[in-house]
């Protein structure tokens, strides 16, 4: 990564992802966070370590990120705090090899905010409306006696989240419980680093369900817990014009 490495000069980056070994191998200060491994973050408290890593101080100058994730998960539920918050205080600067390089801006620390909580209380298989803005959700999915003892001795059962689009399309995603309790930016639809980049109008979710293939190892109620986030760019729904490096990085073969 000659051209990532060369605006770096030797500067602290963090990855966004699970691909660590991009920065060990390019030899670049890689500056890891608590729990590096994104995917890994699996509860809220190591998702607050994360969170309070990059709103801290020792928040690194730069963090190297290719968005994505695994199992067919809801593509924002990994950190999906720490994503709210380099999204609000990094701006994009350079792509390469697939990864963008996102730069700390000291103007724009701590600028974003939650509105006030709405808890919904729904249950399992039923349908519950999103705002058409940007919004935080958490989701709380116990599980039944017999949940805990099958996740115990054997693996967790899968929990899963349906959504449906302003245009009235549908998308099933995998949603581990921890995540989902822990909050995730559920409207607009992420997807890729384009979407993040803000190069192109974003979809809308306008409602979401939660259910199970295994429902009797859950309970039936859900609570649902919605917030809209006011201050960061990369959420509006309108198209948002890109750095002019990332612009031009694009445009190159």
């Known amino acids: ?27 670049m200060n890689y500056a890891p ?10 509860t809220p408290e190591l998702q607050r370590l994360n969170e309070d890593f990059f709103g801290s101080g020792n928040a690194p100058e730069y963090v190297l990120w290719r968005f994505g994730t695994i199992d067919a998960r809801f593509p924002t539920l990994d950190d999906g705090a720490s994503l709210l918050r380099i999204l609000s205080d990094y701006s994009p600067v350079l792509q390469e090899q697939g990864y963008v390089l996102w730069k700390h801006s000291l103007s724009r620390s701590n ?16 349908w519950v409306s999103i705002p058409a803005e940007p919004t935080w959700l958490r989701v709380q999915l116990d599980r039944t006696r017999w949940g805990t003892i099958q996740d115990f001795l054997y693996r967790s059962a899968e929990a899963v989240i349906e959504i449906r689009l302003k245009d009235g399309e549908t998308e099933i995603y995998r949603l581990p419980t921890g995540y989902a ?5 559920i409207n607009p639809v992420l997807r890729t680093d384009l979407d993040l980049l803000g190069s192109g109008p974003k979809q809308s979710i306008t409602a979401v369900r939660v259910y199970s293939p295994n429902s009797w190892f859950f309970r039936r109620s859900v609570r649902f817990v919605k917030q809209t986030v006011q201050g960061v760019a990369a959420l509006k729904f309108e198209s948002v014009q890109p750095e002019p490096e990332l612009a031009a990085a694009r445009r190159t073969p």
């Open 111 to 126: 600028n974003f905010s939650l509105g006030d909580c709405h808890e919904v209380a729904g249950s399992l298989n039923t």
């Open 1 to 27: 990564m000659p051209k990532i490495n060369e605006l770096l000069a030797g500067a602290r980056v963090a990855v966004l992802s699970y691909q660590q070994d991009v920065a060990i191998l390019n030899r």
């Open 181 to 185: 309790r822990a909050g995730f930016i």
């Open 33 to 42: 966070h608590p729990a590096f491994q994104n995917y890994s973050a699996y």
